[in-house]
């Protein structure tokens, strides 16, 4: 069984289950696909609940709003209490105060769960905590644990450190979420992330400990220095292991979409070894090598995926990125990009998308300039 870490008075899975990128029947279209494969999705979630993971996490906008429909029902054939179900209030997505309820309600409704074990204020960053701050949304949902509809209040993250500051001492928080994989500890400054969250006694959740995947498919070079390692153990695990070595972290979320993912990280988180020394200097090399591929940051979360255009915004970076770690040929990128129905060149620039990257990529830029000069 999956080791589990406490939490309050109880215990939590080291291992959750994330539903962001569920299994689909079209897997080649990638943005935001609302059409999940329940077999196959169904099938995961068993397998996972089987073996000990008993958190489960969704959104409001997952599979355009089809995540929390899918994994409501999926869990519905075990005991409530035997689980601990995750959801989130997108902030942006509310023009009115009054829009935080009907979101809220509509979620309750999507799941068919009358509470949620933990409900975070989604994807802060100083420009959404202000909204939140404007809205009362941490009295709302203070209100919500009152009538026992939410158990614990938290936040997932996208801003910078002034922020997670501002956002930590401003209110009590049950736990936190970021962003926080090797690649990431330097890069997104989530080693300082992590410790205000320590330092003021939060627990954390984790989110892309491998980077949307892009930790578990690495250049030759690379792979080969974590093989040579340790030749038993797969390049995804030492993503996961980087995160399960720092003792507060709670639970690590991870969309996996396959029963082979599934299976590794249940390998990997049970009966745990945290990292040593020797183990943080290979991941931290690792990262120096991933740097200097220049790929594009993309991690296929696809909340860029309300494109005006329908630009396939994940799937160009996906296919530019995969030519930068040597994944595939220029010849055959430039095949997979052609492929793509709605590519760079519809862009029109309005920056609606950058404005909802948690990684704060300049996507209008690149698909102005980098993006068709590249696959020419």
Known sequence: MVDKRK??????????????????????????????????????????YENGVNYFDTAYMYHLGKSEKFIGTALSKYPRESYFLADKLPIWMC????????????QL?????????????HSLNKDNFEKCEKFGAYDFLLKKRELGQIKNIGFSFHGTVDDLKN???????????????????????????????TDAGIPVIVMEPVRGGKLANLSSDIEDMFKAAKPDNSIASWAISFVASHSNVLTILSGM??????????????????????????CENAAAMINKSEVIPCTGCDYCA?????????????????????????????????????RADACVACGKCAGHCPQSIKIPELMKDTIPNYFK
């Open 306 to 342: 309300d494109c005006p255009q329908g630009v396939k915004i994940s799937s160009i970076f996906s296919a530019f990125n995969n030519i930068k770690t040597g994944n595939l040929t220029k010849e055959q990128g430039i095949k997979l990009y052609n492929k793509i129905d709605i």
């Open 95 to 106: 023009p009115k105060k009054a829009d935080m309820e009907k979101i809220f309600q509509k």
């Open 167 to 197: 956002i930590v001492s401003a209110h009590k928080w049950d736990f936190a979420q970021i962003q926080m994989n090797y690649l990431d500890w330097k890069n997104q400054d989530a080693k300082t992330q992590y410790e205000i969250l």
């Open 109 to 121: 409704e999507r799941t068919g769960h009358s509470y949620f074990d933990f409900y975070l204020l």
């Open 7 to 48: 939490f309050k008075d109880t215990e939590v899975s080291l291992l959750g289950l994330g539903t962001m990128r569920l299994p689909t029947k079209t897997p080649l279209k990638r943005e935001a696909n609302p059409m999940i494969n329940y077999q196959k999705a169904q099938a995961l979630v068993d397998l996972a």
């Open 257 to 282: 979409n396959t029963v082979e993912q599934l299976n590794d990280n249940l390998n990997t988180l049970t009966a745990f070894k945290p990292f040593d020394d020797k183990d943080y200097r290979i």
